[in-house]
């Protein structure tokens, strides 16, 4: 959670702060440990806010089977897009404004034009960064191969849906719902923001590009061996108290081991 969160935000997509917390409890004869916690920014307490500079437009956890924006799931928007603001207004006009654009039937007879209805509401470009990173790192449990684990933000200043990740709590780790591959060739409808805008040569040289940025920028194998290293020191005295030493220096081994091994990947995959 912590250092993908650190990877989204210094790539400059919105994220979620995180901190590590040693928590202790005292029921009256002294501290007692709870262990080491994980406290990770409410995205519509604060960090909205704090990345837009507003949080006045519609914020939406994506929770349950519309998620996806497949065809046929129109009608299942309102409950699978909880709104965590403006709950007052029964509208959700914005995201079904999405799901119009995403499934117009301009898409295969006038690209150009589906492109720039798309991009009028929902930021394109931030989504496949976002997926870009989220390839090379290799997180399954969110779009693409789960309905969940994401927010949209309405932001006033752009009119357009931002993409927010959230939940990372098992990226970083190999196996999983393979049909991710860095290439998407597997995906199909049934995720049409991957399968759809990669579809597009156009979006999908950007979602290339966003790879090759990724690999030498956020995601190299010395830069991420040095915040493993130093997060792990961090946390140490109390993370080693609860699983032992060597499980502890090998699940550190594992990442570094992980990052090197996707890295190769998407070297291998941009050579293609």
């Avoid at 990173?133 to 449990?141: L, P, Q, R, S």
């Avoid at 990669?198 to 061996?225: K, S």
Wanted: charged fraction near 20%; avoid cysteine; charge should be negative.
């Amino acid at each position: 959670d912590t250092v993908v969160a650190d990877i989204m935000e210094e790539a400059g997509l919105a994220s979620a702060k995180t901190s590590f917390v040693a928590l202790y409890v005292d029921y009256g004869e002294g501290p007692v440990s709870f262990g080491l916690y994980t406290m990770i920014e409410v995205i519509d307490d604060t960090a909205v806010e704090r990345v837009f500079g507003s949080d006045d437009g519609n914020i939406y956890e994506a929770d349950g089977t519309a998620v996806s924006l497949a065809e046929g799931t129109f009608d299942g928007i309102a409950d699978s897009f909880q709104k965590e603001n403006n709950e007052d207004e029964a509208d959700w006009s914005d995201i079904e404004a999405l799901y119009t654009a995403l499934h117009s039937d301009l898409r295969q007879s006038d690209p150009a034009a589906w492109q720039a209805a798309l991009e009028a509401v929902f930021d394109v470009d931030t989504f496949l960064h976002w997926l870009a990173i989220n390839t090379v790192i290799e997180n399954w449990d969110t779009y693409g191969g789960a309905s969940h684990n994401y927010y949209l933000y309405n932001d006033p200043a752009t009119g357009q849906l931002t993409w927010i990740p959230w939940d990372h709590n098992e990226a970083l780790k190999s196996g999983g719902r393979s049909q991710m591959t860095l290439e998407m060739s597997a995906i199909g409808d049934e995720w049409p923001l991957i399968r759809y805008l990669l579809d597009n040569p156009d979006y999908y040289e950007t979602y290339v590009n966003y790879i090759d940025d990724t690999i030498h920028t956020v995601f190299t194998p010395e830069a991420m061996t040095a915040r493993y290293e130093a997060l792990a020191a961090l946390i140490a005295p109390y993370a080693v108290a609860d699983v032992g030493q060597a499980a502890f220096d090998q699940a550190i081994q594992e990442l570094i081991t992980h990052t090197q091994n996707r890295v190769a990947a998407a070297e291998e995959f941009l050579e293609e």
